[in-house]
């Protein structure tokens, strides 16, 4: 099916015969979402997605010094993914990966730029609004400026309250936030540097502190019926126009004593604060009763960065994977999936399962009794999460193009990881070839060994990728009819 008539698809299909179908395949719920989708057996769903958080930098993944005792917590009491992927190594196609089902190859946004999605592009969250779900962001979006097409309330969210633009993301103490379609006003006073960025000169209502405090609200406003929550703290990200000052935080708490470069206390005084909140939100969960009805996952939108002072290497944030944000290495990429859903998650559960954000539109269809729509990459995870004896389908490969630093394409085939860069120079260029199983850290290319698997790799990077109008490969005939703005974010 053309993609750009998903929309009509959704339209047409009318949900009520999908439903059922979809709702038969989960475990005790067979009555799942007929008619209407959001039935009695379909989840709350909340996605907390944390901003450029590396692989490393929590507990319950390997981190030895900052404090991270919820997310800890929530992982005991649900399952760890060992082998998920973000959508892409920066912010915005990640989160057009998360949202539609796409991947790089094919999604519409493919690099950090002012483009936003279309009103012909399906997101989760206007899939399980027509389910009958409540439907809410907190945070950062970066898929649409203001007054385009790509804003979340045009995008299938009923409530939003963040940031659009990714650069003034940056600034943790802004002058104003979205509520739906309206400015914010803030009591901050804000330097401009490289608009719309900026840095605080008079510090008063910390961005992040509030989002906690939306999201807690938003829980409390929808607990009578299903809800999905799509909470995008900016935690750890950098003010990256602060230089080295912009690992942003109001206290440096529990960290302040300890004998570290400022920014380091900074960026695990960020993780430890948001720790603390997402805590806060599980305790509200069991306060209203929802605690057995709510699935929640957690998760980053990339590996670490290396800006605003922040260091990767100080904490192991990658731990013990090559590279951090920006590359299509193993650090880049591979990050922290949580999912609890106490009664339907087993406790203490390790997945190997290899699964990447794009699995994640699928899932939450299937678990709202939904027909997802025709054409996605992503495959439903829901039969790793619930078990209960049913085959999980795997992913024949993984597909990333990232069009930055001389372009790079990378793709997970089993165990099989190829690398390609200098694209741009180099589009029939070599690819590195590496056994994750036997070397995780991408430390030895064994290429020349395996011709045949290289040849494999390099035919799924020629398949996976549909030409982009914005992001066109060398050779490629790409007429840009929308500005586009590289920008670091």
């Known amino acids: 099916m053309d993609r750009h008539t998903r929309r009509e698809f959704l339209k047409m299909m009318g949900f009520a015969a999908a439903s059922a179908g979809a709702a038969s395949l989960l475990p005790g719920c067979s009555g799942v979402g007929q008619a209407s989708g959001g039935g009695a057996g379909s989840p709350n769903i909340i996605f907390i997605l944390a901003d450029d958080l590396g692989y490393g930098d929590v507990g319950c993944y390997g981190q030895k010094v900052i404090q991270t005792p919820h997310i800890d917590q929530i992982a005991a009491e649900g399952m760890r993914f060992t082998d998920h992927y973000a959508g892409s190594t920066v912010c915005a196609p990640s989160r057009c990966c998360l949202m539609t089902g796409l991947h790089t190859g094919h999604a519409l946004i493919r690099g950090n730029a002012n483009v936003p999605l279309r009103p012909s592009d399906v997101t989760v969250a206007e899939l399980l ?61 804000v330097q401009d540097v490289n608009p719309p960025g900026g840095v605080a000169t008079k510090r008063v209502q910390y961005s992040h502190d509030l989002f906690a405090e939306e999201a807690l609200a938003f829980v409390e406003r929808n607990k009578s019926k299903p809800f999905f929550l799509y909470l995008t703290f900016t935690i750890p990200h950098a003010n990256n126009e602060a230089k080295d000052k912009g690992m942003e935080v109001p206290s440096l708490e529990p960290y302040e004593g300890r004998d570290w470069p400022e920014p380091q ?24 009763g929802l605690d057995g009805s709510t ?34 290495y193993e650090g880049g990429i591979h990050v922290p999936l949580i999912a609890r859903w106490p009664g339907k998650i087993a406790a203490g559960a390790v997945s190997g399962h290899v699964s990447a954000f794009w699995d994640f539109l699928p899932t939450c269809c299937e678990l709202a009794g939904v027909q997802p729509p025709e054409g996605i990459d992503g495959i439903s995870i829901a039969p790793t999460l619930l078990g209960g004896g049913r085959k999980q389908r795997d992913h024949e490969y993984l597909y990333w193009e990232f069009h930055e630093q001389g372009k790079k394409q990378a793709v997970r085939m089993g165990d099989w990881k190829g690398v390609r860069l200098n694209v741009a120079k180099q589009p029939d260029g070599p690819i590195e070839l590496y056994n994750l199983k036997d070397d995780v850290g991408e430390t030895k290319n064994i290429a020349a060994r395996h011709p045949e698997i290289v040849a494999k790799i390099e035919e799924y990077m020629k398949a996976a990728h549909v030409p982009s109008e914005h992001w066109p490969m060398p050779g490629e005939e790409g007429t840009v009819t929308a500005q586009v703005t590289m920008r670091r974010t």
Do not use: C
């Open 129 to 189: 609004k027509q389910a009958g779900y409540a439907t809410g962001i907190i945070g950062k979006w970066g898929l649409g400026e203001a007054d385009s097409t790509g804003i979340p309330n045009r995008q299938g969210f009923d409530y939003w309250f963040g940031y659009l633009n990714q650069r003034h993301a940056h600034n943790y103490y802004p002058t104003f936030l979205w509520r739906n379609e309206e400015k914010v006003r803030l009591e901050n006073e």
């Open 265 to 288: 206390k900074g960026h695990a005084a960020m993780i430890t604060r948001m720790d603390r909140d997402i805590g806060r939100l599980m305790a509200k969960l069991k306060e209203l």
């Open 295 to 328: 699935l929640v996952m957690f998760s980053s939108d990339n590996g670490p960065h290396k800006e605003g002072g922040g260091d990767p290497e100080f904490f192991n944030s990658s731990g013990p994977l090559r590279g951090y944000k920006r590359a299509v």
